[in-house]
């Protein structure tokens, strides 16, 4: 008899009935930012922002969600935003040159030489281009956007450096890989040692097409000139309302949902509405993701998280 498919199984189930976590998300080791994180904390007993149905209408109430993430490729890319782990002290060192690099830290990063960036490698020209690197060693994270190589320089939009076992954030103002001058990989959903153990215990990513020329903690950072106070400010935290029925849901979808009735999800960047940021994984089931778009923006409330803190 196989125990691993049965132990999977048990784990999912264990997932699904509401187990809490005693710390948080661990990559490598390295805790993927304290427990006390406003990533890793619930919101699921938080109220209701009072302006949340004007908010969630600007982000249309009858849009899909949509998993930004999954198994194989989309047009030649992987779908979702991969990461790598790396040995830093063995890793080679690279400097980058940035566009915005009064907004960037300087660096060096250690970039392997098969690093995957985000996008398809025959335009690297097009899309975001992420870059995500975590060092085991000193439980660090390296993120970079608009990255590409020529002639043997690194060249790249920003850059961040994150203290994966510190609560500090971006100086107010400055930008990181991500338009609201957060991490990306803590709100990524993530197979291994994440949606494997049959949960996610930590809040996830998310898009909005039209945001607000401004920020809430978390975020440092805006991208945009609109001052509408209709529209989202970056840094905005919704969560998937308690009444909505998950349970029709498959396995991989319901694990996803829970974590948005549990953890939410913050405002991350501009993008299309409604996308839902993970890592890339032959494990996931793509079928099973994309029935996340039987969720619609009535189905989510806006959470007032003006007295979260770590």
């Known amino acids: 008899m ?43 007993t938080l109220p209701v922002a009072s302006n949340s149905a004007q908010l969630i209408a600007s982000m249309g109430v009858g849009g899909s969600m949509h998993a930004d993430f999954g198994n194989g490729l989309y047009n030649g890319s992987r779908i979702g935003i991969a990461y790598v782990v790396v040995h830093a002290k063995s890793t080679p060192k690279s400097r980058v040159t940035f566009e915005y690099a009064a907004e960037s830290d300087k660096g060096p990063y250690p970039i392997p030489q098969n690093v995957p960036i985000e996008g398809a490698p025959q335009h ?10 975590v060092d085991r060693d000193a439980c660090k994270l390296y993120e970079l956007s608009g990255m590409s190589k020529q002639n043997g320089k690194w060249s790249g939009w920003s850059g961040a450096i994150w203290n994966l076992r510190s609560n500090a954030v971006r100086p107010a103002g400055w930008t990181s890989a991500d338009a609201a001058g957060l991490p990306i990989l803590p709100g990524l959903a993530r197979w291994e040692g994440d949606a494997a153990t049959g949960a996610i215990r930590h ?38 309302k308690a009444g909505v029925n998950i349970a029709v849901l498959p396995p991989q979808a319901r694990i996803v949902a829970q974590a948005l009735k549990t953890y939410g999800m913050i405002l991350a960047d501009n993008g299309s509405n409604w996308y839902l940021g993970g890592a890339p994984s032959p494990r996931w089931s793509n079928d099973q993701l994309h029935a996340l778009g039987g969720l619609t923006g009535a189905d989510f409330e806006v959470v007032d998280t003006s007295k979260l803190r770590p």
């Open 203 to 240: 809040a996830l990513r998310f898009t909005a097409e039209r945001t607000r020329r401004a920020y809430i903690y978390p975020a440092r950072h805006y991208a945009s000139t609109l001052t509408d106070p209709a529209l989202p400010p970056m840094g905005l935290r919704m969560r998937l």
């Open 124 to 133: 690297a020209d097009q899309g975001d281009r992420h870059v995500l690197i």
């Open 2 to 44: 196989k125990l691993e498919p049965l132990l999977a199984a048990a784990a999912l189930v264990f997932g699904l009935s509401g187990a809490t976590a005693a710390s948080s998300p661990v990559i490598a080791g390295c805790p993927v930012f304290p427990a006390s994180s406003v990533w890793n904390q619930k919101v699921d």
